[in-house]
């Protein structure tokens, strides 16, 4: 994932919690780093945790599969012996 030095920035304006905010500025000063790098961590680390969660709603789905758990058995009955083609 590229850097947000390395892509084009957009000002984004959103809504929080008083609270909420005044220990973001806390956490701010504490690790002497700007709002927008807190905000776009914390973003980022959102969205990979969503993409996690989809991943393993996935897996769930598939293990559920009685089609995919037969075809994943057949295709894994290779005992992990290297081919050359």
């Not at 590229?2 to 690790?31: D, G």
Request: with cysteine.
């Amino acid at each position: 994932m590229a850097t947000t030095h390395e892509c084009s920035m957009e000002k984004v304006t959103f809504n929080m919690p008083s609270e909420l905010k005044m220990r973001v500025q806390a956490l701010k000063k504490e690790l002497r780093v700007s709002l927008s790098s807190i905000y776009n961590e914390a973003i980022i680390n959102y969205l990979k945790e969503k993409e996690a969660e989809k991943w393993a709603q996935g897996v769930s789905m598939a293990l559920k599969d009685k089609g995919y758990k037969t075809l994943s058995t057949e295709l894994s009955g290779d005992n992990g012996d290297i081919y050359e083609y």
